[in-house]
């Protein structure tokens, strides 16, 4: 069962130390990942299988090697859960994270209040 506020600290704990394994370690091989900076990476905005999950973070990591995030709030849902995150840049991020019966992130999509 995931509790949720430690799911949550331990996925922005990792992003804040840039540690790409960690938060890669709560992914299912065959996680699906929306979000609309995907589009730059592949053309439906869609990042499908851990692999390209690894590639796709990594170049993040890469161009935003100062990227600090802070949690605002944590919702729980049924193998669910969504991330309300703020940026170094004082940009919002609410992310949705869907877990198969391991607890595993299966299906995740990212809604930001602004792109730039």
């Known amino acids: 069962m995931i509790l949720a506020d ?3 600290d331990k996925w922005i704990d990792a ?4 540690d790409l394994e960690a938060p890669l370690a709560l992914y299912a091989p065959a996680v699906e990942m929306r979000s609309p900076f995907a589009k730059v990476y592949a053309v439906d ?8 999950l690894r590639d796709y973070w990594g170049e993040a990591m890469r161009r935003m090697p100062r990227l600090r995030l802070e949690k ?6 049924h193998l669910a859960l969504t991330l309300h995150y ?5 940009r919002n991020c609410v992310e949705t994270f869907l877990f ?14 602004r792109l730039r």
Not at 15 to 18: A, G, P, S, T
Not at 72 to 77: D, H, K, L, Q
Not at 86 to 90: I, P, T, V
Request: net charge negative; with cysteine.
């Open 86 to 90: 703020e940026d170094d840049s004082g």
């Open 72 to 77: 605002r709030a944590v919702y729980s849902g």
């Open 45 to 52: 905005g869609m990042v499908c299988g851990i692999e390209s």
């Open 6 to 8: 430690r799911w949550a």
């Open 15 to 18: 992003w804040n130390r840039r």
């Open 100 to 113: 198969d019966k391991e607890d595993r992130v299966v299906f995740e999509t990212a809604c930001y209040d």
